[in-house]
């Protein structure tokens, strides 16, 4: 259970930084960022299974690539479920999902024994 809330925090934190460097991504506050690093974990964990079986062709020919896109997209839904947290655009949202893989990888990679 501690390593559950210490993931959920450092992924609260890894968006409030990818919100400091891509510039169309803005999270009014900490609160806001763990409620919407909350809620991006329910729907990548129920919604994104079911976009990419459903986009397997496309991730195919595009060699797994289109899953940016879907992750970008996943980005962009937060923001219009979580008051506070803002995705501007479908550029902002894709960079900013790739930020945030990349911070999130590496913060998660600093904690795990």
Same mark, same amino acid.
Do not use: C, H
């Given at each position: 259970?501690?390593?559950?809330?210490?993931?959920?925090?450092?992924?609260?934190?890894?968006?409030?930084?990818?919100?400091?460097?891509?510039?169309?991504?803005?999270?009014?506050?900490?609160? #806001?960022?763990? /409620?919407?690093?909350?809620? %991006? !974990?329910?729907?990548?964990? @129920? $919604?994104?299974?079911?976009? +990419? *079986? &459903? #986009?397997?062709? /496309?991730?195919?020919?595009? %060699? !797994?690539?289109?899953?940016? @896109? $879907?992750?970008?997209?996943? +980005? *962009? &839904?937060?923001?219009?479920?979580?008051?506070?947290?803002?995705?501007?655009?479908?550029?902002?949202?894709?960079?900013?999902? +790739?930020? &945030?893989?990349?911070?999130?990888?590496?913060?998660?990679?600093?904690?795990?024994?």
């Amino acid at each position: 259970m501690k390593s559950l809330l210490l993931r959920w925090l450092l992924n609260a934190v890894a968006l409030i930084f990818t919100a400091y460097l891509v510039p169309g991504i803005e999270v009014k506050s900490f609160g #806001t960022a763990l /409620i919407a690093a909350l809620v %991006l !974990g329910i729907l990548n964990a @129920v $919604i994104r299974p079911l976009l +990419l *079986f &459903l #986009t397997l062709p /496309i991730n195919f020919f595009t %060699l !797994g690539l289109f899953t940016l @896109v $879907i992750n970008g997209f996943m +980005l *962009f &839904l937060v923001a219009k479920l979580v008051s506070g947290f803002v995705v501007t655009g479908f550029f902002s949202a894709v960079i900013g999902a +790739l930020v &945030l893989a990349v911070v999130s990888f590496l913060l998660n990679a600093l904690v795990t024994d």
